[in-house]
C-alpha cells in the first residue's frame, strides 16, 4: 500500500495559506499540511483554505505550529489554533515547547490533547534541537507520562538525526502514536558554520529551514526510517530549503518537483 503524501506548509513559507493547499492539489498530492498564524488569520481565511481543500479534494493532515510558552495553562492563541483545525477537519496537530520547564510542558501538553481530541484531531508533540523538546527521549517522557491516548510524537527525519536518535529508537515507540510522520533529506552531520565542531542554535534554525533537500538527496538513514515506522504512514513532505526556494519560484513547481523526487526514492526503497 503506498504511502500518502502530503505537502508540508513549511515547503511553501512565502505563501498565503490557501495558496499552499492549491498548490498540493494542482501539484499532484492527496493532502496537504496548514500554516496558521493566528496573529493574522480571519475568518476570511478560513474559508479561502476550506474552499481550496474542497476544490482539489484533499486531506487536511496537519495544521501547525502551536508553541508551549511560561505557564500551566495552554495559551488563548493554542485553543484558537485548534478550533480552526477542527473546523478545516484537520487531522493533526503540531505542538512544539518553548517551555524549559518540563512540568508545564506536561500541563500543557495533556490539556492540548484533550483540546485536540474534542476537535477531531491527534495532538503531535514534534522534537526539536531549536526547541526546549530537543530529543526523541524527552518527548518519549512527556507523552508516555502525560498517557493520554490521543498524543503522539512527530517524527522529523532531520530532527530525528540532530538530536542523536535511530530508527530504532522510532522503530521501538509504541505504534499509535506515530499517525503520521515528516520526510525530508539533508547532510548525515550537520557542519557548524563557524568551524568550531559545536552546532549553535543558529546552526539547527539554518539547518531546518534552508539545509533540507528531498528522499534521496541527501545522506540521512530514509530506507531505515521507513522501516521503523508503521507500514504505509502518511508522509508530510517537510521540505524546507533554500535551494528548492531559489530553484523554483512558482508554488505549483516547487510542491510537485519536491513529490516527483519523492517518489523516485521511495519506489527505488520498495524495490530494495
Known sequence: ??????????????????????????????????????????DATTRAVAAQLREGALLPLDIEVIWIRAGREASDAARRLIGIG??????????????PDMLETQLQFAQLCELAQAAGMRAMLELLMIAEVRTLAQARAIVETVAHPNGGILVDALHLQRCGATPADVFALPRAWLPYAQLCDGPAVLAPAAGTGVPTTNDYLVDAIDGRSSAGEGGLPLGALLRA???????????????????????????????????RFLAMAESH
Open 1 to 42: 500500500m503506498p504511502h500518502l503524501l502530503s505537502l508540508a506548509a513549511g515547503v511553501l513559507p512565502e505563501f498565503p495559506p490557501d495558496v499552499i493547499v492549491s498548490a498540493a492539489a494542482q501539484a499532484g498530492y492527496r493532502a496537504s499540511g496548514i500554516w496558521c498564524d493566528t496573529g493574522t488569520w480571519t
Open 86 to 99: 477542527g473546523e478545516l477537519g484537520a487531522r493533526n496537530v503540531l505542538i512544539v515547547s518553548a517551555n
Open 229 to 263: 515506522l508503521p507500514a504505509a504512514v502518511p508522509l508530510s513532505l517537510e521540505v524546507r530549503s533554500r535551494h528548492y526556494r531559489e530553484t523554483y519560484p512558482d508554488p505549483v513547481a516547487r510542491a510537485r518537483a519536491v513529490r516527483e523526487a519523492t517518489e
